[in-house]
């Protein structure tokens, strides 16, 4: 079945920072990726997606490339601010089916 | 920008009590899903809904579940007889429909069981 394996967290970074959180996926067919971030006391807010093979989502910075030969899709950011402190969730979905999540990465940046 | 709404945020209940958890997915968006995240692991899918009728539930959409959508704006998840475990943060979500995939998220209702 289809399944979301992602980064252990928690994940302490200094402003600036270089950020990846890594996430792979099983799937039996061919799904889109999504990144969720969820902010301290709110919901899920979709942060980026990628449709098909090679396809580069990002928002706000941050960006990850669908890897259909390693199937992953790992999220990235050059730089971190202290406002990106939040978890962030790696998530599959095959059109019209349900959403696959990951466990979840806890990321704080200090300043 | 439209979104998904939920109400209410946090409600707190008795064990064997039933539940309303309440949800109004954005306008012209014709699925419709609940999630649950139990504290501290990843959010699970529970139900989907399209056309009136459940099209797909998971293990944990047992018996004690309903769902239902009452009039055209709202979207409801019921739990007749709540149990310690349903404690979690409840994720109603709603989806456009056609080859759009993406799901759109309300801000969660967390649900405490006493």
């Known amino acids: 079945g289809d399944s979301v394996t992602q980064m252990e967290g928690p994940v302490t970074l200094s402003e600036e920072a270089f950020l990846t959180i890594n996430c792979t996926y099983t799937?039996?067919?061919?799904?889109?990726l999504f990144w969720y971030v969820q902010y301290p006391g709110e919901g899920l807010q979709l942060l980026l997606k990628?449709?098909?093979?090679?396809d580069k989502g990002s928002n706000k910075g941050f960006e990850a490339t669908y890897r259909k030969e390693t199937t992953s899709f790992h999220l990235e950011k050059g730089s971190v601010q202290v406002s990106d402190s939040a978890v962030y969730f790696c998530a599959l979905s095959e059109i019209g089916n349900q959403f696959y999540f990951g466990t979840g990465t806890s990321l704080t940046v200090i300043p | 920008e439209p979104e998904v709404t939920q109400t209410p945020s946090h409600q707190v209940t008795q064990m064997g009590q039933e539940v309303i958890l309440r949800c109004v997915p954005i306008?012209?968006?014709?699925?419709f899903y609940w999630y649950r995240q139990i504290l501290g692991q990843k959010v699970e899918f529970l139900v989907s809904?399209?056309?009136?009728?459940?099209?797909?539930k998971s293990e944990i959409f047992d018996d004690q579940f309903s769902v239902e959508r009452p009039d055209g704006s709202n979207f409801t998840l019921k739990i007749r007889s709540t149990k310690l475990e349903d404690s979690a943060m409840y994720f109603c979500a709603s989806r456009r429909g056609g080859q759009t995939d993406t799901q759109y998220f309300g801000p969660g209702t967390r649900l405490t069981v006493l």
């Open positions: 306008s012209n968006h014709l699925y």
């Open positions: 809904f399209y056309n009136n009728e459940i099209s797909e």
């Open positions: 799937a039996t067919g061919y799904p889109s």
């Open positions: 990628a449709t098909k093979a090679d």
